[in-house]
């Protein structure tokens, strides 16, 4: 069974592009979140969809927006990018229909460079 | 809210010995408690995690982990570490009704030394 996969890997943006991460969840799991990680703030939830709905959101600007596809795989975007945005950006999809974390599994992640 | 504290950033140990990560939550409501680890250049792994039932919880790669409520702790152990152990692992919560998402500790970087 494949796993959760990101794209890109690895990626670098300047000041003031946008951006957009895909993630493609494990088959069958209908719910996907994104986390943030970075050295000074650790791991930050930014969203999570279900069944192409945003079910919850974190503390993050407007910049960061995502959204899911009917077959569950899930973008996000970032706008006017800033410096702070550099991060490794994860993905999670899960089984979890409940709204309650079952086991969250995790993609290898897109790390972001802004120059 | 909840909250996580991992009150190691780092932990050193020699190859075979006993290690001990821990951790302790804030929390006003119920909570489901997870322990994950990362290695280098990769995600978040799932070791274990206490949903209910037993205190003891015993995970993948010979890794356990004890639930206690009174104290609000759930520290992660191994009684023999493997050079292949040196990652680091996040201690995370989440809500047991309500939002599905997990609040991480800061992680703690355990270092094997042969």
């Known amino acids: 069974k494949a796993g959760v996969t990101q794209t890109p890997r690895y990626l670098i943006k300047t000041r003031g592009q946008q951006v957009t991460l895909s993630c493609s969840p494990i088959?069958?799991?209908?719910?996907v979140s994104w986390y943030q990680q970075t050295p000074g703030q650790g791991l930050q939830f930014l969203f999570e969809y279900f069944s192409e709905t945003q079910r919850n959101k974190g503390n993050f600007p407007g910049r960061f927006s995502g959204r899911q596809f009917s077959n569950s795989r899930s973008e996000m975007n970032v706008s006017t990018l800033e410096l702070g945005d550099s991060a490794l950006y994860l993905c999670?999809?899960?089984?979890?229909?409940?709204?309650?974390?079952?086991?969250?599994?995790f993609g290898e992640g897109s790390r972001l460079t802004v120059l | 809210a909840q909250s996580v504290t991992q009150l190691d950033s780092q932990v050193p140990v020699f190859e075979e010995a006993p290690v001990e990560l821990r951790c302790n939550y804030s929390s006003s409501v119920s909570v489901y408690l997870f322990w994950y680890v990362q290695y280098p250049n990769q995600g978040l792994q799932l070791l274990l995690k206490y949903l209910s039932g037993s205190t003891l919880v015993k995970g993948i790669n010979g890794f356990e982990a004890e639930f206690n409520k009174s104290q609000t702790s759930f520290h992660l152990r191994k009684p023999s570490v493997h050079i292949s152990d040196t990652a680091e692992y996040f201690c995370a919560v989440s809500r047991v009704q309500g939002a599905q998402k997990l609040v991480f500790g800061q992680g703690t970087r355990l270092t094997i030394n042969p």
């Open positions: 999670a999809s899960s089984l979890s229909t409940s709204g309650n974390a079952g086991e969250l599994f």
């Open positions: 088959s069958g799991h209908r719910s």
